[in-house]
């Protein structure tokens, strides 16, 4: 009974948490749901306010026409030199005005003017001077009377005679605009007297302030008026016709939305009633639950989860009594039918998909550049390598003509050649170019619909060989050092024996009684002999031809004795700082001991050479992810110019003085990492340092 009132109790909480979230998700969606409403009930009714408006407009035009036109008060007119001619063409004009909803009417001559009111509630005017036109035919503008605003259509109905058609903006006239009962409509050219409508100037006004007054429609949602909240909608209708000169003038359209916040109000406390309606009853018919119950729901309950997750295999056990059981079989029965139909609709969405796709995938997965264009040399496609490959973007390219792309590779002959191709003169075009550090083989040929019709499209594939044309040049330099090896060896033993010769007579004649000048000059022929056996050695060991037998190193231990080395040997006035980074459980290398201290002495001391006595060099370890042992080494000398890199991995190449080096150290290090399977790349250019990187293999061990 404990561990059912603690299911019962934890069952509780979980429902309460469900229920307040449930509150919250649907407060929110009907929350948003009213926003969006509100919102397309504010579009709606500006443009029903706005067309009814524009209705008001094309009907009062209609009606200047018709005065315009009128052949018998052109004949009134000719008899307004006495008062019952001038009563005459007043009637006349009000009996063609009494069904427009027109509320006056002004007929201005040079003797005399009138001012006839067609509406019981209208401002009386008495001044007439603000209506003058000299426009010959009818127009509808907007007028100002003090704070009155009117739609006045003006008619020179002769020389001597004008027509002015009034329609007040009052409240009646707004009530013929709106559509809705909780709708608003103003018309006005300030922004403090919209504020002032609501009897909250102090609140609105900076709300409408920070709205766009030059936009010829815009919204706003929310404003606080102190007395509600409202959605409002602003709409520039024209240019007000006033002494003061044209301004702006504005057609509000304003909707309330406290209903919404009442039917908000009022589902929160639904919700929230229902919420603790079904708490209780849901406690109440859970006393009654037994745990033979309880399991089977908690089962279907871990399995829906399941389920959820994405699990149609999810199955529950049916050993269970009466509807319980038939429950759980018919939810097995259902998890297989869900299972077979969301396999088939996998199965379809990924055909669909596939299907739409297909072309896509094949033009995006090639590696190499594509573009299509058609016979103008507009660009039509392009392909995700040409993006990735070129600074532009695929919405700037597409639509570009082809001779306006701004990259190093097109030039006059490719484009040449699409002309060529869109026109049916060629089949296909290839060239190959080099632009910096790279190497591209351009391909054209046309786009064809079926094996003969031409489509007039042409397509253009780039395809970068910059890796291919480097591996060509690393077997040629690998070639190069394998003969020049041997050679090597050949030279080194035919020139070791005599010059040992030499050395030992020399060495024997330095022991006997001699003057000072001979002792001088044999001592110079030991020192540049001992040079040229020096040479030798060199020599021996770049054409050193490897035994079958692996040997592993550890490279850190290595490189800390290489290291220490090269510190004692260096002097303490000089200014060169060598750093050594380390990395952590760096494997063991497939280079023998020797052969990899020789290969990190001659980068060393090549690195020191080239900072010339002031200068830093960095040296760093660190593990590949694909098997390989990296080694850097690094410095921040004048670097090496770009005609000069390539050679540098040549035997005999140096750029040092005579005297100094002997252009072996570098093939000896690139022959070392090749013989272990390794590779080495270098980046350097002139006052940016040089840098070199190996890969070496990891040891099995």
């Known amino acids: 009974m404990k561990l059912f009132a603690r299911t019962l109790l934890i069952f509780l909480v979980a429902i309460s948490i469900q229920a307040v979230l449930t509150t919250g998700l649907i407060m929110g969606l009907v929350s948003r749901n009213n926003d969006n409403t509100a919102r397309t009930e504010l579009r709606e009714e500006s443009v029903l306010v706005y067309n009814n408006y524009n209705s008001w407009v094309r009907e009062i035009w209609k009606y200047a026409i018709r005065l315009k036109d009128n052949s018998d008060l052109k004949v009134l007119i000719e008899t307004t030199d006495n008062r019952s001619g001038q009563v005459g063409l007043i009637n006349g004009i009000h009996g063609i005005l009494k069904d427009s909803g027109l509320d006056s009417f002004i007929i201005r001559q040079d003797a005399w003017d009138h001012f006839e009111i067609m509406s019981d509630a209208y401002p009386f005017i008495d001044d007439f001077q603000p209506f003058n036109s000299d426009r010959p035919h009818p127009y ?212 669909i998909t596939f299907l739409k796709d297909y072309n896509e995938t094949i033009i995006h997965s090639l590696q190499a550049g594509i573009i299509v264009v058609d016979r103008n040399l507009i660009i039509e496609k392009v392909n995700g390598f040409f993006v990735e490959s070129f600074p532009q973007s695929r919405g700037t390219v597409i639509g570009m003509l082809l001779d306006e792309l701004t990259i190093e590779i097109m030039d006059e002959d490719v484009c040449n050649a699409a002309r060529e191709i869109t026109c049916g003169l060629s089949q296909q ?78 060495q024997h004649m330095l022991t006997r009684d001699l003057n000072d000048d001979d002792k001088d000059s044999l001592k110079w022929i030991e020192q540049e002999t001992n040079r040229i056996a020096a040479i030798i050695r060199e020599l021996l060991d770049f054409s050193h031809i490897p035994g079958t037998a692996i040997m592993e190193t550890d490279v850190n231990e290595c490189l800390t004795d290489v290291i220490r080395l090269v510190r004692y040997g260096l002097n303490s006035d000089e200014g060169v700082t060598i750093t050594l980074k380390t990395g952590q459980a760096v494997p063991s290398a497939t280079v023998p001991p020797d052969e990899l201290k020789q290969l990190i002495l001659n980068l060393v001391q090549n690195a020191v050479h080239a900072v010339d006595g002031r200068g830093s060099i960095h040296v760093e370890t660190s593990q590949y992810d694909d098997g390989y042992v990296s080694l850097t080494v690094s410095d921040d000398g004048p670097g090496i110019p770009d005609q000069t890199l390539p050679r540098i991995f040549d035997p005999f190449f140096t750029t040092k003085p005579d005297g100094i080096g002997t252009g072996l150290g570098l093939s000896i290090v690139y022959g070392i990492v090749k013989k272990a399977g390794g590779d080495i790349d270098v980046d350097s250019g002139v006052d940016s340092g040089t840098t070199f990187r190996l890969r070496l293999p990891i040891g099995k061990g």
């Open 140 to 351: 509808v503008s907007l007028k100002r009377m003090e704070d009155q605003i009117f739609l006045t259509a003006t008619i020179r109905l002769s020389e001597s005679t004008q027509l002015f058609l009034l329609k007040h903006f009052d409240d009646d006239f707004y009530n013929l605009l709106e559509g809705r009962e909780h709708t608003r409509v103003i018309v006005s050219t300030d922004k403090s007297t919209i504020s002032q409508v609501f009897g909250s100037r102090d609140a609105l006004l900076p709300q409408l302030n920070g709205s766009d007054n030059h936009a010829p429609y815009w919204e706003l949602f929310d404003l606080n008026a102190g007395q509600g909240h409202y959605n409002m909608s602003i709409q520039n209708i024209g240019l007000m016709d006033g002494s003061t000169g044209d301004e702006p003038v504005s057609l509000l359209v304003i909707l309330s939305t406290e209903l919404y916040r009442s039917i908000l109000t009022r589902i929160g406390r639904i919700v929230l009633m229902v919420s603790l309606v079904i708490l209780a009853l849901t406690a109440i018919m859970a006393l009654f639950l037994s745990g033979q119950v309880t399991r089977p729901i908690k089962k279907l309950v871990d399995a829906m989860k399941q389920i959820r997750d994405g699990d149609f295999s999810a199955t529950v056990d049916t050993k269970a009594g009466g509807e319980v059981r038939d429950l759980l079989g018919g939810f097995n029965e259902m998890t297989r039918h869900l299972s077979r139909n969301r396999t088939t609709m996998d199965d379809n969405l990924q055909e």
């Open 429 to 506: 075009w290839s060239k190959t170019k080099r632009v910096e550090n790279s190497v591209w083989d351009i391909k054209l040929y046309p786009l064809k619909l079926d094996q003969s019709e031409n489509s007039g499209q042409c397509v253009i594939e780039f395809d970068d060989i910059s890796r291919k044309m480097e591996l060509e040049e690393k077997i040629f330099q690998a070639e190069k050092l394998t003969s020049l090896s041997f050679l090597s060896a050949g030279i080194a033993h035919e020139i070791n024996n005599p010059l040992s010769t030499i050395l030992s007579n020399t």
